[in-house]
């Protein structure tokens, strides 16, 4: 039988009123425990009706209508679905959407790889592992408006470190290497930087998902003699696999809505090639100033990203169950 | 116990006097909004003066040019009153007129003897006016820009390389007067060693984020002949903005960008192109006039080795160029209006207009720019007064930002990207500016 939400809620005030100090209970004279629950949990209420709630159903509301923010004094007109199938409709959209989607799958695909393999590596506790691990998750700590910057410098053609390195290794002359410029190199100098950045935070979660596997179950798969390569397809992978997609789900949430490395990177360009659809949401919103529109576009995002989770958390949840 | 109260009520009495002086201290203070740029901190200069003679002291508000118009038009459009002065872009006059974000000036010019015939035409028109063309102010014409060029008087000089060009492209080498000469002069120093070190042609407008590409395209573009309208019926596009002429203009500034810019110059503006020149990278350099100031001080770059000349001609002898530059408002959300209006009148006054263009700021008062004295006063006094002779701006309707966004993007995917011709992105940016003006209800 399952619980509804009200027996839960109850269970929990209950609960939240057994851990009260018999102190407070006291003082707090003339209010039921429950009434005492509700008022801690106003507030964090409260501020989510306010800064998350509340904006939603605004924006809801706006995306029906022709409202532009930079002209206030203009009427508002409701206009049905007009910004929802014009949205659909634009070419642009899809473009965008195909930006973001190619940014999301190879960012994903290249940390889970490169995360994974780096915790396996250092769930190996080599010597100085904790030295190395500390190393790895520096990127991570950095800001992204620093990263975005430095590796802006770094790919310069001309005194960039990243076009030595590579003009080194390919022999080709630095100013041909030009990661920001060229059509083909510039959605790649995005994946690279935030592979870079990234990589550490899926790693850490694919540590926690390694070290959580108990010792006996390789103990006993030793006794049967089973092989290291046996080992890692049968017990590491599929008990690490909650845990690495786990991280899949947070990355591509992150990623999906990137913005700021893609803003310092390359603004969008060269013309629209690394244009995803956070830059075109606010390019729509912040400098057209189409504000209906632009609320339209983001409830599509917000739904595409919603959807998509859902789907992924229930996939999620029937790997955790086997 | 009572030692405590007592102690809590001087803390409060004091931190509400705190309060109540700090509010006093605003009522004598203008706060001014502008872009973070060399003008500005002049302004800071010339604005000591006026808090001299007023008593009214002045905050400013400056924000970089990426984020000038984000950070100001959402001040505006929120009614925000953190501004009471703004000098706001020319782009900005239409909307900020019809929005109500401005005050309207006519009067107080009216009552304190401002009169407009005292600024440059183009200047009036193009930072005050809404509707153009009208006798409606909604600012007074503050600092004159216009896209211009500099160049490397020291290497043009150099006679080895003057024999070489000469021999080449048969002209002498020189601040070229047409863009044809213009590519031939980028394409000679494209590559080309000079002291040891590779420099390259030009650097032009490529910015995709803000305006960039689009100040470079146009300055480029009008030369050639586009036209934004047809001058008898407003608002039609089609055969104008993508005729013949328009589509040679934005297939030379592709060329120009594929043959003669520094690696890697595809996101270029203001500042970026400052740097290139500054660092010797370029021959010549695409910049507006506010720039000249700081390049002609430069150490390694300014003094006799920097040239200045306006925007060359085009294919058919028509000479135009992409007019910058702002005018000072009075924010119609301001507290302190009255103040603020004291503040232009004493900014109008021809001396402090002449201390304005001595300490850099570009002057747009007629007593200034017309002086007999003045094209000598700079060296790149006379190239500022050519070049304001034959300015046109982009569109200023309260729409601009959706128009700028089309073209820059149209303009970015053909240029920079190298996607389609030139006269699909000419076709597809008047699908988008009628998109918009139907939008509008104008067509």
Redesign the interface.
């Known amino acids: 039988m399952t619980e509804t939400s009200s027996t839960l809620l109850d269970r929990a005030t209950e609960a939240a009123a057994r851990r009260t100090p018999d102190g407070i209970a006291k003082r707090v004279r003339g209010l039921s425990d429950r009434m005492v629950a509700w008022l801690f949990i106003a507030p964090t209420i409260l501020l989510l009706l306010a800064i998350n709630i509340f904006p939603l159903i605004w924006a809801i509301q706006l995306s029906f209508t022709?409202y532009r923010?930079?002209?206030?004094?203009e009427p508002i007109k409701n206009i049905g679905l007009s910004n929802y199938s014009r949205i659909l409709n634009d070419a642009d959209t899809w473009i965008a959407m195909q930006a973001t989607a190619h940014f999301v799958f190879w960012t994903i695909v290249l940390q889970t790889v490169i995360g994974f393999t780096l915790a396996y590596l250092i769930d190996r506790k080599f010597r100085g592992h904790a030295f190395w691990t500390t190393i790895i998750l520096v990127p991570m700590m950095l800001s992204p408006a620093v990263v975005g910057n430095f590796w802006r410098f770094l790919?310069?053609?001309?005194i960039g470190l990243f076009a030595y390195i590579v003009s080194f290794v390919t022999g080709l002359p630095t100013?041909?290497i030009?990661m920001?410029?060229n059509?083909s190199l510039a959605p790649w100098s995005i994946i690279i930087v935030d592979t870079w950045m990234w990589t550490p935070y899926v790693m850490l979660i694919c540590l926690a998902g390694l070290r959580s596997i108990p010792d006996y179950i390789y103990e006993a798969a030793e006794v049967d003699r089973a092989s290291n390569w046996r080992q890692f397809w049968s017990i590491t992978l599929p008990m690490a696999l909650p845990f690495i997609m786990l991280a899949v789900l947070f990355r591509g949430i992150e990623n999906f809505k990137m913005f700021d490395m893609v803003?310092l990177l390359?603004?969008?360009?060269?013309?629209?090639?690394t244009e995803v659809a956070s830059i075109t949401l606010k390019?729509e919103a912040?400098?057209?100033?189409?504000t209906g529109y632009s609320s339209a576009f983001a409830i599509i995002l917000f739904v595409a990203v919603f959807g998509l989770a859902n789907i992924y958390v229930k996939v999620l949840n029937r790997v955790k169950s086997r | 116990m009572k030692k405590l109260f007592a102690l809590f009520g001087a803390l409060g009495v004091a931190a509400t006097m705190g309060l109540g002086s700090g509010t006093a201290a605003k009522a004598s203070e203008l706060t001014l909004c502008w872009a973070a740029w060399d003008p500005a901190n002049a302004l800071v200069e010339l604005s000591k003066d006026f808090t001299a003679q007023t008593g009214i002291g002045m905050k400013f508000e400056f924000v970089p040019w990426t984020n000038y118009a984000d950070r100001f038009l959402n001040e505006l459009n929120s009614k925000g009153k953190l501004c009471d002065l703004i000098i706001g872009d020319s782009q900005w006059i239409g909307g900020s007129a019809e929005n109500g974000h401005y005050v309207k000036l006519n009067d107080f010019f009216d009552k304190e003897g401002i009169k407009m015939s005292d600024f440059v035409d183009a200047t009036v028109v193009g930072y005050s006016e809404w509707p153009k063309n009208t006798p409606n102010y909604w600012a007074l014409p503050a600092m004159g820009d216009v896209v211009g060029w500099t160049y490397r008087k020291d290497w043009f000089s150099r006679p080895e390389l003057q024999k070489e060009f000469k021999e080449k492209y048969g002209w002498d080498l020189d601040a070229p007067k047409t863009f044809d000469q213009l590519k031939q002069v980028a394409e000679f120093f494209q590559n080309r060693d000079i002291d040891g070190k590779k420099v390259y042609g030009a650097s032009i407008y490529t910015e995709r984020g803000s305006e960039g590409i689009t100040m470079g395209v146009m300055d480029v573009l009008y030369s050639f002949g586009f036209k934004y309208e047809n001058p008898d019926k407003p608002y039609e596009m089609e055969g104008f903005v993508n005729s013949e002429k328009s589509v040679k203009g934005l297939e030379f500034y592709k060329a120009l960008y594929d043959c003669c810019t520094p690696p890697g110059a595809s996101n270029s503006y203001m500042g970026e192109g400052v740097d290139a020149f500054k660092s010797g990278q370029v021959a010549m350099h695409m910049n507006f006039a506010f720039t000249w100031p700081g390049l002609q001080k430069d150490e390694a770059v300014g003094g006799d080795k920097v040239g200045f000349f306006a925007n060359p001609a085009g294919p058919d002898g028509e000479q135009f160029a992409q007019l910058g530059g702002q005018g000072i408002s009075v924010v119609s959300y301001s507290d302190k209006q009255e103040d603020a209006l004291k503040y232009i009148k004493w900014f109008a006054n021809p001396d402090v207009q002449k201390k304005w263009w001595s300490l850099g700021g570009f002057s747009c008062l007629k007593a200034v720019v017309e002086d007999p004295a003045f094209p000598a006063s700079q060296p790149y006094a006379k190239t500022f007064l050519e070049s304001m002779a034959i300015v046109k701006d982009f569109w200023a309707e309260p729409s601009y930002a959706s128009l700028l966004q089309a073209s820059q993007k149209r303009f970015h995917d053909y240029v920079v990207a190298g996607q389609g011709t030139a006269k699909e992105a000419l076709d597809g940016l008047v699908a988008d500016w009628t998109e918009v003006f139907e939008d509008d209800g104008k067509l």
Do not use: H, I
């Open positions: 022709n923010a930079n002209r206030p004094n790919y310069e053609p001309q100013t041909d030009q920001l410029s059509v803003n390359t603004g969008g360009g060269p013309g629209s090639t390019r912040f400098e057209k100033w189409r």
